[in-house]
């Protein structure tokens, strides 16, 4: 059994608003290995999105470690943070909001591309046309600008410039809320099919229970800063044991599609 | 409907795009339309406007073409206006940006300097200048940016620090780029558009600036300005009144056309932003 | 019956395509109405030319007719709660004036009696401490009490028709499902009809009477929810089908394709 591909510890994040310090993480640890899904869920405000963002190195924590491949995440930093940034990549909640609104679909790949020498310039557009592909967009889409695409093309786009520095790990931080339902379920298929492809990791942030549920091997539910449990999907998420998990589950609404599954009105 | 097409639809824009177009025009051909230098003397002194087929507009004091001069005085107006415009926006642009973007120790020193330009008025500061490096255009130029550079440098930060915070420069630092790079090719741009809507007013101050120096005495001696010409007509106002007037006359065009201009720019501009 | 839609057709200003076509529809008085639909079905569209707020220079085809013989006026005889409780709250003004305000204009009380009436209503959306939260800014409070103050705004003057445009869509799971089930509590204790605009079919399905289903701007299937859910249309087939909830077999377990 090889080492874990990220191993989080005892992480920590207080944000001090006025005189009130809210503590953001509290003392969460947890592990991914290698070609795994990791959902995490919970309320608003459970800390989720700083826990990615932590991650991501984004956001400074204020103890903890992070473990990334052998790499103490935390410690690292300038160019060396830079380089290391090709094996750890992000999708945003906003497929709009996160790419500069000048940019065309093209430019937008070509960045991390140059960025890290992945190939010489003449091969880059081969390449952006293959990543395109591989995300089931038309190669012609490239000289397109981003404003000009829909927004489940967009996110395509953004799932592209993730691959294409070939990395280990992928954070999805609500990839797919803003999403319509329709959409919603090919991306996911898509994630799905390219983790099996290239044995990625994805840390899968989400407030929706039932998209968690459907690409995540292990489900972490977090409260007010803490992992309030953390297990194999099908178990955390038919039987939860913390309150919050509980809560959460039973807040799902449920599709009702006969009289006898309505609820007293 | 493209840019340009908004700009037009404005009413303000499209007068305001008529009459520098008009300017441009005239400067542009001023070589063209009166070869001869406009210092030159030409015909008999104070000759009425409407009199004279060679000289439409009348001669000036020393028998000198007022048209000639206006038109020509007009390459200057421009040249300034534009050049200072470009500058203030430039520096202030880079300097706001770099502030906004860094935050901290560097904001803040920055953002201090910009207290002190900002805290002598322009035109004293520009007149301080142009006394002790000597009338030339460049230092006119040089003169008027560095009173009106620090409007473009808050309204930068302001938008940069709006910026920072955006998703599409988180993705930027995720991919691994450079923070200058960031700033630079991500930030920068994108806060451009509000601070572009800047150079309008402020090239049009730089051309009032400039005529003040001028009538002053502290403008290039060797060109012909709308501000020396006012100038020159100060002394013979009640008899030859047209002598100011003319390019008084043609200042207030320009600044008209200038603000016009701009209002139908940053409406272009503001109807985009709404549909983004 | 207190809507009555017929062919209602609404194009935006610089748009090519019509935004609703051709929708006929009746509300009846004190039901639950679901419209449920993807981005660009219009459903937003038709809550807004319900209550009179869609821009002016809009065309409108069809008409819109309501019991009563007045016009009706927002706030009085329809409520509507947004999606963004952020942007549809004043934020330079506490709450209690933004409740009290709506209380004062239509049921043309004073300023006291507004403000008591206000503390009321804050409490019966579960508000923890109304009175302090008569007081508050919008920017002191969570999602979730944001939005639970714009309902009691949208309610303050008893309205016969409540419009909830994914009224829960920006809340978490928790927050949503305590506010649908405010929500349906309202309605039921003072007899309002409730016009409940959402993306989630699921939610839709707990919620409401009748389920009418939008595509594109057009009406695609309407009629009681066991029924549209029970025996769908293609369509609505389709939108069940993409529904990923925690019965459904997960992704990852999928033979590879």
């Given at each position: 059994m090889s080492a874990p591909l990220l191993t989080v510890s005892h992480l920590s994040k207080r944000f001090a608003t006025g005189d009130r310090r809210v503590?953001?993480?509290?003392d969460v640890s947890f592990t991914l290995d290698r070609g795994r899904t990791l959902g995490l869920v919970g309320p608003s405000g459970s800390g989720k999105s700083t826990l990615s963002r932590v991650i991501m190195r984004l956001l400074e924590p204020d103890a903890g470690s992070v473990i990334f491949d052998g790499t103490d995440l935390l410690a690292t930093r300038g160019a060396a943070l830079r380089k290391l940034r090709g094996r750890l990549q992000m999708v945003f909640q906003d497929p709009v909001a996160a790419?500069?609104?000048?940019?065309t679909v093209g430019a937008a790949l070509d960045d991390p591309l140059r960025i890290h020498a992945i190939v010489p310039r003449r091969d880059r557009p081969a390449v952006i046309a293959r990543l395109l592909d591989r995300v089931g967009?038309?190669?012609?889409?490239?000289?397109?600008?981003?404003?000009?695409?829909s927004g489940g093309q967009r996110q395509r786009v953004a799932i592209a410039r993730a691959l294409s520095t070939e990395p280990d790990l992928i954070v999805l931080d609500e990839?797919?809320?803003?999403?319509?339902v329709s959409v919603r379920g090919r991306i996911l298929e898509l994630l799905v099919d390219l983790q099996r492809e290239r044995g990625l990791a994805y840390l899968f942030v989400s407030h929706d229970l039932g998209v968690v549920r459907a690409v995540s091997h292990d489900v972490a539910i977090m409260d007010r800063g803490r992992i309030a449990e953390i297990g194999p999907a099908a178990t955390v998420v038919t039987a939860p044991v913390s309150p919050i998990g509980q809560a959460l589950v039973a807040a799902v609404p449920r599709l009702v599609l006969s009289p006898q599954d309505a609820p007293r009105a | 409907m493209s840019f340009f097409a908004r700009l037009l639809h404005s009413p303000e824009g499209l007068v305001g795009l008529l009459l520098l177009l008009l300017l441009a025009a005239a400067a542009l051909l001023a070589p063209v339309l009166?070869?001869?230098?406009?210092?030159s003397i030409v015909a008999a002194p104070l000759t009425a406007p409407f009199t004279n087929g060679s000289v439409p507009l009348g001669t000036d004091r020393l028998g000198r073409n007022v048209l000639a001069a206006l038109v020509h005085g007009a390459r200057a107006s421009l040249l300034v206006g534009l050049a200072a415009a470009a500058v203030a926006i430039l520096v202030g642009a880079l300097v706001g940006t770099l502030a906004g973007f860094s935050g901290g120790f560097i904001d803040e020193a920055l953002m201090r300097v910009v207290d002190a330009f900002q805290i002598v008025p322009g035109f004293l500061l520009a007149l301080a200048f142009v006394s002790v490096i000597g009338a030339s255009l460049p230092t006119v130029v040089l003169a008027i940016a560095l009173g009106a550079w620090t409007g473009p440098a808050r309204l930068a930060r302001a938008e940069v620090l709006s910026l920072r915070e955006r998703d599409f420069v988180a993705a930027a630092r995720v991919i691994g780029m450079h923070p200058l790079e960031i700033a630079l090719r991500e930030v920068l741009p994108n806060a451009l558009p509000p601070v572009l809507a800047l150079t309008a007013v402020i090239a049009a101050g730089a051309v009032l600036t400039e005529s003040a120096l001028s009538f002053l005495?502290?403008?290039?001696?060797?060109i012909v300005t709308w501000g020396s010409m006012i100038a020159e007509g100060r002394n013979v106002l009640r008899t030859a009144p047209f002598l100011s007037l003319a390019p008084g006359l043609a200042l207030v065009i320009t600044v008209l056309g200038i603000y016009l201009f701009a209002e139908g720019l940053s409406d272009a501009l503001a109807r985009r932003r709404i549909r983004q | 019956m207190i809507v009555s839609v017929q062919d209602l057709t609404v194009t935006y200003r610089?748009?090519?395509?019509?935004?609703?076509?051709g929708i006929t529809l009746d509300i009846a008085e004190g039901e639950r109405l679901a419209i449920i639909g993807e981005s660009g079905s219009g459903k937003s569209t038709f809550g807004l030319a319900l209550a009179g707020l869609?821009?002016?220079n809009t065309t409108m085809s069809g008409t819109v007719s309501r019991a009563g013989d007045r016009a009706p006026v927002g706030g009085r005889d329809i409520g509507m709660v947004f999606q963004d409780p952020g942007t549809s709250?004043?934020?330079?003004?506490t709450v209690g004036e933004q409740v009290a305000e709506v209380a004062r204009r239509?049921?043309?009380?004073?300023w006291r009696d507004a403000y008591r009436r206000a503390a009321d209503l804050l409490a019966r959306v579960r508000l923890p401490d109304p009175e302090k939260a008569l007081r508050?800014?919008?920017?002191?409070?969570s999602g979730g009490q944001r939005q639970r103050v714009a309902i009691a705004a949208a309610i303050a003057a008893n309205p016969k028709l409540l419009i909830a445009d994914e009224?829960?869509?920006?809340?978490?799971v928790l927050v949503q499902a305590e506010i649908a089930a405010l929500l349906r509590e309202l309605v039921e204790e003072r007899g309002m009809t409730l016009l409940f605009i959402t993306h989630d079919i699921a939610l839709a399905s707990t919620l409401a009477d009748r389920i009418a289903v939008f595509r594109h701007g057009q009406l695609v299937d309407i009629g009681l929810a066991a029924r549209v859910l029970?025996?769908?249309?293609p369509y609505t087939a389709e939108l069940i089908g993409s529904h990923l909830d925690l019965q459904t077999p997960p992704l990852i377990d999928r033979p590879a394709a």
């Open positions: 503590a953001a993480l509290e790419f500069n609104p000048r940019t967009l038309p190669a012609a889409l490239a000289a397109r600008a981003i404003h000009e695409i990839a797919v809320s803003a999403l319509d | 009166f070869p001869t230098d406009p210092l005495g502290l403008g290039d001696p060797n | 610089g748009s090519p395509m019509p935004a609703l076509s869609l821009p002016a709250l004043n934020p330079v003004l239509h049921l043309r009380l004073h508050a800014y919008p920017h002191q409070l009224a829960t869509s920006a809340l978490d029970g025996q769908p249309e």
